[in-house]
Each structure stands twice: as C-alpha cells, then as structure tokens.
C-alpha cells in the first residue's frame, strides 16, 4: 500500500511539473504574440550618406498592430530650408489609413539646403494617430555638393571660321561644387555633317575647386552656307553635367569668292558676246 501512493505521488508530481511547462510555454508564446502585434515604425536604412544636392530616400515599414484600423499622421523635424516627403504607393501623401494587424511601407524623401554644410543631421520622424505615437530616428550625413561648370578661358563663346576649314576652341571645365568628380565625359552636338574631338577625350579625377584645359577641335564641312551656327558641348559624369553653346560664324573662302566674281564675269562676257554677234541680225 506505501509503495502504491509513493508511486502515486511521483507520478502526480510529473503530471504537475509537465502542466507547468505548458503554463510556461503558452504564457511565453502569449506574450512573443503580444509583442508582435505591437505598433512600429522601422526603416531598412536609418543613415543615409549623399550630397547636399541630392535626395535622401528612406525606405521605411509602418505597422497597426491594434485591433482597429487607424490613420496616421506622418511628420518629420528638418533644419530650415529642408524639405521632406512621404510616399504610400507611389502617391505623396501626410496621412494615411492602415487596416488593423496590416504593414504598410512607406518612402521618406529628405531634401537638403543647397547651402547646407556638410555633417550629420538628426532627422526624429513621427506617425501619430491618436494617442499612439510611433518614432523613428533617421540620420542624414551632408558630404557636399555637386558642381559643374563648363565655358571658356574668357567667356567668350563665339568666333569665325571659313568652310571647309578647322577651329580649335579652348574649353575650360571647372569642379564648383565641394565633392571631387570623376569619369567627367566631353561631347558636341554639332550641325548635320560636322565632326569635333577633344584633347583630351575625358577628365578622370578633378577636385573641388579644380579646373581642367580641354581643346575642342571644330571641323566644318566644304561647301557649308554662309551664316551662324551653334555647337553645344557637354561635359558630364553620373552625379552632374554642365553645357556650353558655341556659336560659330561660317564664312566663305577668299578663293571659293573670286571664283565665284569670275563665274559671274564670265557670264557677263559670254551675254555680251552674243549680243553683239546675233543682236545685228
């Protein structure tokens, strides 16, 4: 009889202690579930590094873990002269509705001043809705800015040139900005039939504040009309570009001019000549 109820007992502890590990385990997988159906507001990338003249883009992941949908009013604290943006499927919008347990995502622009300096600015984002506010901390770290200018030593964009001939036009490509720009590409459209080439052909490395001597060669075609074309050369990488429109005046050759004045009297002459002989008669 003492051995049964002691195998009893053993046996009501085990079956005590496994209903416990099941209390622990649901009241555990309770409260991952309860924490999971929580509200938040994230972002893939919370530190972005770009130009002052270049958009930051945040791509961000807002969900209702509540049990209603709600709507949301989205706001973002930027320095003066700062711009912001939201984007829900493409759209720019302030405010949005999500259904209950949903997950929405949701694009932030950021636009810096063109006169920001570079440095890290903290950007605190906010979704209200109601009493619920969901934060979120992004970072945009200011490198500079691109610039590109493209003109000549004396700003001059004009000159002469006779057809059939060459000009040689010094071109000058000047890094304004504050980030070095490399891979800087030179290009020309030119009228129908004419060719130009650069020495050299492109820019691989220019520093800010930086400048750069390129010679564009000009070739015009024979027989070219008299009168005043344009050209307009390109200089340009992936971050910026910058054009210079040339103009070139075309004027017709000394001996192309005299054998023309020599057709005409020529053709004074043989008028005459035919008056005179047949004009009698």
Do not use: C
């Not at 900005?177 to 060719?195: F, K, M, R, Y």
């Amino acid at each position: 009889m003492m051995a049964y109820k002691t195998q009893f007992n053993r046996t009501k502890r085990k079956v005590y202690a496994v209903l416990f590990f099941f209390f622990l385990a649901g009241a555990v997988v309770a409260q991952k579930k309860s924490a999971s159906s929580k509200s938040s507001f994230t972002a893939q990338l919370i530190n972005i590094e770009n130009a002052a003249n270049a958009t930051f883009s945040y791509n961000t992941t807002l969900h209702n873990g509540s049990r209603e949908s709600r709507i949301y009013d989205l706001n973002a604290q930027i320095p003066d002269g700062w711009s912001v943006a939201f984007r829900v499927e493409g759209s720019q919008v302030s405010s949005f509705n999500i259904d209950s347990n949903r997950t929405q995502s949701v694009t932030v622009q950021i636009t810096p001043s063109p006169v920001a300096k570079p440095g890290k600015y903290e950007i605190p984002v906010t979704a209200v809705s109601g009493n619920d506010t969901l934060k979120l901390q992004l970072e945009a770290v200011v490198k500079g800015s691109y610039a590109l200018q493209l003109s000549t030593p004396t700003g001059l964009l004009s000159d002469e040139v006779t057809e059939g001939d060459e000009k040689k036009i010094q071109l000058v490509v000047t890094n304004s900005g504050t980030i070095a720009l490399n891979d800087i590409s030179l290009s020309a459209q030119s009228p129908a039939q004419w060719s130009t080439t650069f020495e050299p052909t492109k820019i691989a490395h220019l520093e800010p504040g930086k400048t750069e001597n390129i010679v564009a060669t000009l070739k015009v075609p024979d027989k070219t009309i008299a009168g005043d074309y344009v050209t307009t050369f390109s200089a340009q990488n992936s971050n910026k570009s910058a054009t210079a429109s040339f103009r070139v005046t075309v004027k017709t050759s000394l001996l192309s001019g005299w054998i023309g004045i020599l057709i005409i009297l020529l053709a004074i002459g043989a008028i005459y000549y035919l008056i005179r002989k047949y004009g009698r008669r």
